[in-house]
């Protein structure tokens, strides 16, 4: 069966470090993966989306990149956070018509 | 631009009451997700719907897609405090590669 992992699950950051979330999934070959974020408890802002190694595409130009270095795994990162970058982050996997599977998510606190 | 409007933002009733809450919008999507979120979790699937008029149930859970496949609902019967979290809509515009467009979410509290 396919899973989907992300962590760490909770982080907190000063202003201007770096970040990086990693999401890596199993049982499943060439997905497409997402990174999503959300703000308190309501609807979900796609940050970027990979269909392949090596293809990132971005939906909100900001603070963030993401990289695809294997298949199976996905990478947001940021060189410096900003305190508006607190944000609960989701990574998920799958095909539109057919569902997404979200990871737990993390819960990230700039301070 | 909100793509799928979703209604009502925030409703809390009482256990054993019934409840629709509804997704709408003005583009045709191809099928359309209904997902349930609870407090630091990810989003859960609960169904897809891919036909216009398509009813699905799942125990107390009716979601229906509407005939133009614009819209669709989600009729949960005899409600539960386990039935407390955020539901989410989500429409795929076509079979590919598209990511899906999220509505804000309907957040539900059934207080026992």
């Known amino acids: 069966s396919q899973t989907i992992h992300q962590w760490p699950a909770t982080l907190v950051q000063p202003v201007g470090s770096p970040l990086s979330l990693e999401c890596t999934v199993e049982g499943t070959s060439n997905p497409n993966l997402y990174w999503y974020r959300q703000a308190a408890g309501r609807g979900l802002q796609l940050l970027f989306y990979?269909?392949?190694?090596?293809?990132i595409s971005s939906e909100v130009p900001q603070n963030l990149s993401a990289s695809r270095p294997q298949d199976r795994q996905f990478i947001l990162s940021s060189k410096k956070l900003l305190l508006s970058d607190s944000s609960f982050y989701l990574c998920?996997?799958?095909?539109?018509?057919?569902?997404?599977?979200f990871g737990s998510g993390t819960r990230l606190t700039v301070v | 631009t909100q793509l799928l409007e979703q209604s009502p933002q925030f409703l809390s009733i009482q256990e054993g009451e019934n409840l629709t809450v509804y997704c709408n919008s003005s583009?045709?999507?191809?099928?359309l997700q209904w997902y349930r979120q609870e407090p630091g979790e990810g989003p859960v699937l609960l169904v897809t719907v891919v036909t216009g008029g398509e009813v699905k149930k799942l125990k107390r859970l009716t979601f229906q897609f509407g005939d133009a496949r614009k819209d669709s609902s989600l009729h949960i019967t005899a409600a539960q405090p386990g039935d407390t979290g955020l539901y989410l809509c989500?429409?795929?515009?076509?079979?590919?590669?598209?990511?899906?467009?999220f509505g804000k979410g309907t957040r539900l509290s059934v207080i026992a």
């Open positions: 998920a996997w799958g095909v539109g018509g057919y569902g997404y599977t």
């Open positions: 989500a429409g795929a515009r076509n079979s590919g590669n598209t990511p899906l467009v």
């Open positions: 583009s045709v999507f191809s099928s």
């Open positions: 990979s269909v392949g190694i090596g293809q």
